[in-house]
Structure formats: C-alpha cells, structure tokens
T-cell receptor
Framework: GQNIDQPTEMTATEGAIVQINCTYQ??????LFWYQQHAGEAPTFLSY??LDGLEEKGRFSSFLSRSKGYSYLLLKELQMKDSASYLC??????????WGAGTKLIIKP | ETGVTQTPRHLVMGMTNKKSLKCEQHLGHNAMYWYKQSAKKPLELMFV???????ENNSVPSRFSPECPNSSHLFLHLHTLQPEDSALYLC??????????????FGPGTRLTVL
C-alpha cells in the first residue's frame, strides 16, 4: 500500500529552527508537496520538489532524497504565525496526491 | 477575488436533511476536487473532475453526490448523512490533471456537523 509518515506534533521556540520530516512509500513518484494549514483555514501551497536536493524560499526550505523516500521542511527564524499544521503529499504514478496526516507545529515564546 | 471560495463555511444538519456545498474557483483551472478532512487523518480524496467530467470516485457512499456544471463551479449534494460524516470538506482546483507538479489550490472548507 501507499504510505506517508510524518510526526503528529512538534514544539519549537520563537526565533529557532525546526525540521519537519516526511517519509513515503508510494507507487511511483511525480513530486512531493508541502502545504501549510492554519486552524480552520485552507491548506496553502508552500513548496514542490521533484529532484533531489534543497529548495529554498525565504525562511522555508524543502529537501528531497528520492532514493531514501524522504523529505523535510525546514523553518528558520520561527515566528508565532508559523504555528500551523504542515502537510506532506506525494504525487504517485497516476498523478494522484497521497497525503500524510499532517504535523501540528506549536511555537512557544 | 479569492482564488477558491466555498459556501457555507459552517453547516449543521440532521440525518434526514438534504443540503448542498458550493465551490467556485477564479483561477481558470480545468480540474476540481472534493476532499474530506477528519481530525488527525490524511486528506481523503472523494471526487475529481476534469473539464466538467468526473474522472475519479474513490468509493464514496451514494449519500454524497457531486455536480460540476462548468469548470468554475463544483457542488456536493448531501442527503441522509451519518454522524461519522461530520468533518471539514475541502474543495480544490488545479490547472490540469495528470501533469507533473500540478499544484492544487484549496478553498477554506465547509465545517459539517451531522446530528
């Protein structure tokens, strides 16, 4: 079966750095997405990786290793507004998104 | 105009009621999706439409009935629901199906409670 694993919850301190991991086993691979979802709001697109390596977008970076079936989202200089759930999703060989259950990130002052 | 809108934002209904959820996208996309989001569970894909034709139905009970009258609008008709159907229902759109990197954009969802 297809499976996406990510931690259920993480806690970090304002101003610090946090890494959210995602491992996957899917039928084929056509890219990996990260989304941010604040409570009661729409998931919003953060990043897309299809090749190995690190993609940087301001305070957020996303890394992919296809051989290991592994990705992480790195958030730097954490702000209170970064408190949200972070969803990892893999596009499989049928171009369908397979979703993880999300990681709830709690930022403390 | 916000990319993807959904109405209503909140809905409480009894098991014998009939109601409809509405989604509208202003992004010029050709594909639209309905998802169910339950607490601490992955997003569950319910229906996919491409150019107004249904291309995916992931074994969803018949008490959920989708309708896509044009590429900008998507409805989810609900009838005789069960309490376990209570969840956040999300609509999304994307440029086109079956292309690498096709990014989905979501609406804010309808929080549904079935009594």
């Amino acid at each position: 079966g297809q499976n996406i694993d990510q931690p259920t919850e993480m806690t970090a301190t304002e101003g610090a750095i946090v890494q959210i991991n995602c491992t996957y086993q899917t039928s084929g691979f056509n890219g990996l997405f990260w989304y941010q979802q604040h409570a009661g709001e729409a998931p919003t697109f953060l990043s897309y990786n299809v090749l190995d390596g690190l993609e940087e977008k301001g305070r957020f970076s996303s890394f992919l290793s296809r051989s290991k079936g592994y990705s992480y989202l790195l958030l730097k200089e954490l702000q209170m507004k970064d408190s949200a759930s972070y969803l990892c999703a893999v596009m499989d060989s049928n171009y369908q998104l397979i979703w993880g259950a999300g990681t709830k990130l709690i930022i403390k002052p | 105009e916000t990319g993807v809108t959904q109405t209503p934002r909140h809905l409480v209904m009894g098991m014998t009621n009939k109601k409809s959820l509405k989604c509208e996208q202003h992004l010029g996309h050709n594909a639209m999706y309905w998802y169910k989001q339950s607490a601490k569970k992955p997003l569950e894909l319910m229906f996919v439409y491409s150019l107004e034709e249904r291309v995916e139905n992931n074994s969803v009970p018949s008490r959920f009935s989708p309708e896509c009258p044009n590429s900008s609008h998507l409805f989810l008709h609900l009838h005789t629901l069960q309490p376990e159907d209570s969840a956040l229902y999300l609509c999304a759109s994307s440029q086109r199906l079956a292309i690498e990197g096709d990014t989905q954009y979501f609406g804010p969802g309808t929080r549904l409670t079935v009594l």
